[in-house]
C-alpha cells in the first residue's frame, strides 16, 4: 500500500523552527492529498497543513488557523516527499507530527486520511 516515514522533530526554543519531512513509498499514485497532523497529549488529533498530491493535480494547500503565516507545507513529487516548514514555533506547537495521505477529495477532513506514519516529536520550550 502506502508508507509513510516522518522525520526532522526535535526540541527547539519558542521562536525557532523546525523542518519536518515524510517520505512516501508504496502505491503513492493513489493519493489524493498528503497532510500534517498533531496531537498532544490529552487533546485530539487535528489537522494541520495538506497538499494536494497527485503529479497531474495542482498543490493547492490547507492551513489550520492556529498555523498560518508561520507554517509552509510542499511537495516533492519526484523525490516522493512532502515537507513541512515550522518558523516562529510557540510551546503551543509542542505535540506529535504525524504525515498522513487520503486517496479521498475531502482532503480537508482528518477522518478521510488512511495511511499514517509513526509520527516525530516537535518540543518548543518557552
Known amino acids: 500500500q502506502v508508507q509513510l516515514v516522518e522525520s526532522g522533530g526535535g526540541l527547539v526554543q519558542s521562536g525557532g523552527s523546525l523542518r519536518l519531512s515524510c517520505a512516501a513509498s508504496?502505491?503513492?499514485?493513489?493519493?489524493?492529498?498528503m497532510g500534517w497532523f498533531r496531537q498532544a497529549p490529552g487533546k485530539e488529533r487535528e489537522l494541520v497543513a495538506a497538499?494536494?498530491?497527485?503529479?497531474?493535480?495542482?498543490?493547492?494547500?490547507y492551513y489550520a488557523d492556529s498555523v498560518k503565516g508561520r507554517f509552509t507545507i510542499s511537495r516533492d513529487n519526484a523525490k516522493s516527499t512532502v515537507n513541512l516548514q515550522m518558523n516562529s514555533l510557540l510551546p503551543e506547537d509542542t505535540a506529535a507530527y504525524y504525515c498522513?495521505?487520503?486517496?479521498?477529495?475531502?482532503?480537508?477532513?482528518?477522518?478521510?486520511?488512511?495511511?499514517w506514519g509513526q509520527g516525530t516529536q516537535v518540543t518548543v520550550s518557552s
Open positions: 498522513a495521505a487520503t486517496e479521498s477529495t475531502r482532503w480537508e477532513q482528518l477522518q478521510t486520511y488512511n495511511y
Open positions: 508504496g502505491r503513492t499514485f493513489s493519493c489524493y492529498a
Open positions: 497538499i494536494t498530491w497527485s503529479a497531474w493535480s495542482g498543490g493547492s494547500t
